[in-house]
C-alpha cells in the first residue's frame, strides 16, 4: 500500500504547508536528508491548540495535537520531497517539545500521537529515533511543538 492509500484510508487531508511565523524556512534539505522545521499544534480552525499538560490540558488531547502536527510535517514533507512522498526513505527522527508543568512527565506519551501516525502512514520507513522533552513554553501559547528530520530516496 502506497503513502497515499495509507493516507486515504485514514481519511487525512494534506494542506499546503504553513508560512513560517518568524526568521526561519520550513524546511532544509542537505545531500538526501530533509530537516523540517518546528510545527505547533493547530485546531482544526487553524489557530493555535494552546494550553498546558498537566493544567488545563489532558493526556489524550496532548497526544490528539500532536498527531495533528504529524499530519502537518507530512504536508511540509510532501512538499520538501517535490510533491510525492513515496520519495521517503525513511523518517530519521522526531523531535517533540511538550509545554508541560514541571511535574508532568508523560512527554513521551503526548509524542506518541505524533509517531503512532507517522508509524501508520510510512511503515517500517515510519519507525524512527525520537526526543521528547518537557519546556515551560511554546510560540503562541501551544501545547506541542514537533519538529522531524527525513532522508529521501
Known sequence: MSVYDKLKALNITLAAPATPAAAYVMYVQT???VFISGH?????????WTGQLGKNIS???GQQAARSIAIDLI???QEAAGG???KVKRIVKVMSLVNST???TDQHLVT????????EVFGAAGKHARS???VAQIPRGACVEIELIAELA
Not at 112 to 119: A, F
Open 84 to 86: 510525492d512522498l513515496n
Open 132 to 134: 521528547a522533552f518537557g
Open 59 to 61: 493526556l489524550e488531547e
Open 40 to 48: 505547533i499544534a493547530k485546531k482544526p480552525d487553524g489557530q493555535p
Open 31 to 33: 545531500g538526501n536528508l
Open 75 to 77: 504536508g511540509t514533507l
Open 102 to 104: 514541571p511535574d508532568f
Open 112 to 119: 506518541n500521537g505524533c509517531s503512532e501516525l507517522i508509524g
